[in-house]
């Protein structure tokens, strides 16, 4: 069985800062990881995903998260947020040689950029 | 041009209700996927469809039932509305079902209220 655990329900941070979000997984077979990112009363879209290679990855917006399968964790990264930043983060994983394409999700990370 | 498209984004009934949820994708995908995000932001799948073929059911009671009349169309259909189905429902598609690497394109979401 699979699942992620998002460290921090909430993160609070001011424009122009850099922020991390964390994310640790347990499985027991290889997985591919993602995170999402779903605006205010919006589906969800993704910013970055790893599927093998270098570990950092970087996506959309600016955002990079860097995989470290010793400690199992797909921590997301940004240097300088803006308010427009300002949205729930989801990490995900899905099952490498699975055959069903189903993705297991986090609880979710609250990012709250202030002016 | 919408690629995930869901209706209606908004549907409040009363217990006992039967109701249904409407999903199209113009991407072209083989796949096809509903999730149940509640109260808390928890995002669970439900359902996933493969070319019209059921792949994953996750314990999910059998009032609600899946349609796919063809890959590009998946519907759920909800018999005896219960407080506790009060939730976002998304539809998402994916290219492939096999290997579990490919993105996951989400609509917009249905706001299911039960009163």
């Known amino acids: 069985a699979q699942s992620v655990t998002q460290l921090d329900s909430q993160v609070p941070v001011f424009e122009e800062a850099p922020v991390e979000l964390r994310c640790n997984y347990s499985?027991?077979?290889?997985?591919?990881l993602f995170w999402y990112v779903q605006y205010p009363n919006q589906g969800l879209q993704l910013l970055l995903k790893?599927?093998?290679?270098?570990?950092l990855v970087k996506g959309i917006n600016g955002f990079e998260a860097e995989f470290n399968k010793s400690q199992t964790s797909f921590h997301l990264r940004k240097p300088s947020v803006h308010i427009s930043d300002t949205a729930e983060y989801f990490c995900?994983?899905?099952?490498?040689?699975?055959?069903?394409?189903?993705?297991?999700f986090g609880q979710g990370t609250t990012l709250q950029v202030k002016p | 041009d919408t690629a995930v498209s869901q209706t209606p984004k908004y549907l409040v009934t009363q217990m006992g209700n039967d109701k249904s949820i409407k999903c199209e994708q113009n991407?072209?995908?083989?796949?096809m996927y509903w999730y149940k995000q509640d109260s808390k932001k928890f995002l669970k799948i439900m359902f996933s469809?493969?070319?019209?073929?059921?792949?994953i059911n996750e314990t999910v009671p059998n009032r609600f039932s899946p349609k796919s009349p063809d890959k590009a169309h998946l519907n759920l259909h909800i018999n005896s509305l219960e407080l506790g189905d009060s939730a976002v429902y998304f539809c998402?598609?994916?290219?492939?079902?096999?290997?579990?690497?490919?993105?996951?394109?989400f609509g917009p979401g249905t706001r299911l209220t039960v009163l």
């Open positions: 998402a598609s994916s290219q492939r079902l096999a290997g579990g690497g490919d993105t996951q394109y």
């Open positions: 790893y599927l093998s290679g270098s570990t």
């Open positions: 995900a994983v899905s099952d490498r040689g699975g055959n069903t394409g189903k993705l297991i």
């Open positions: 499985s027991s077979v290889s997985v591919y």
């Open positions: 469809y493969n070319n019209k073929e059921l792949i």
């Open positions: 991407l072209g995908h083989d796949t």
